[in-house]
């Protein structure tokens, strides 16, 4: 097969969480145009559903919306159960739904702290094991989780060590599921972009304050990122193209974690 070829996901089922916005819209958008029918897994329903039919609209190739709070067993179950019934197969899962707050541990409730645990890091849990046992069946998957460069430094000037803590274990999680499922023919990546322009940071680049400044400052490319600047890898990753290729972390950062 050649390379160009490698790259194709003609006939993969891809499921991506948190795909109604920012990175993973952009990343769905890519595996959507690499072929892969995209399954847009989101708390917000009806911004899933739009991403979906626009998928459709854009790339010929089908896609559904589910509305799923990752952090909800029964309703994960009902998720995945929804896609098997409708595609039969699951290739590639990408869980990459989070939030974040900045929020010194002292200010901290302890309610926020597992909230961001919860949905940055157990759902990861929760998802990949609801899809894990087909991909085990089928003897083959493709696993990437979003983590941050937050989990491998921790950025400046802003409090966010929650955030910071459950990226962390995100790649560990990857690293453990990696080697856990490497026998099962089950790949397990992770991402771990650098500031990003998305809903999730919006307010600050609106404000366009010290923080962003700071920010831009910091990395060496001296700007955000921008959510299809992953696009690439996002197929890379959830191809044959990188079919040797497990417990591995890829920063994309503008250089911020070079330095
Ligand atoms: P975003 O806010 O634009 O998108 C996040 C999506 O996740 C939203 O559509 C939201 O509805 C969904 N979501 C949130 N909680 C959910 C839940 N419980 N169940 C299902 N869906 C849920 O944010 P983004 O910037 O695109 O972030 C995507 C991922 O990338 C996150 O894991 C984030 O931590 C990570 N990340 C973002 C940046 C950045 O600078 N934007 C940098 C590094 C990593």
Do not use: C
């Amino acid at each position: 097969m050649s390379i160009m070829e490698r790259f194709k996901l003609t006939n993969k089922v891809a499921i991506m969480t948190g795909g109604a916005s920012g990175l993973g819209k952009a990343m769905a958008d890519a595996l959507s145009e690499a072929g892969a029918k995209l399954v847009i897994a989101d708390l917000n329903g009806e911004a899933a559903d739009r991403v979906a039919k626009d998928l459709e609209e854009r790339h010929g190739v089908p896609a559904i919306s589910v509305e799923v709070n990752v952090t909800n067993e029964k309703q994960v179950e009902a998720m995945v159960d929804k896609v098997i019934k409708t595609f039969g197969q699951i290739d590639i899962l990408f869980n990459n739904a989070g939030i974040g707050s900045h929020e010194k541990v002292e200010n901290m409730t302890y309610e926020t702290w597992k909230k961001q645990l919860d949905v940055n890091l157990n759902s990861m849990f929760l998802v990949s094991n609801a899809v894990g046992k087909y991909m085990r069946a089928q003897n083959r998957g493709v696993i990437i989780n979003t983590s941050s460069m937050s989990g491998i430094i921790v950025n400046t000037p802003q409090p966010q060590a929650a955030y910071n803590t459950s990226k962390a274990g995100v790649i560990m999680f990857t690293k453990s599921l990696a080697i856990e499922w490497a026998e099962h023919g089950i790949r397990v990546n992770t991402i771990a972009p650098g500031y990003m322009k998305t809903d999730l940071t919006r307010e600050y680049y609106e404000d366009n304050g010290d923080k962003v400044k700071k920010w831009n400052e910091l990395t060496p490319m001296k700007r955000p990122g921008t959510p299809d600047e992953l696009g690439g890898l996002a197929i890379y990753l959830a191809s044959d193209a990188s079919s040797f290729v497990t417990g591995s972390v890829f920063t994309v950062d503008g250089g911020y974690t070079a330095q």
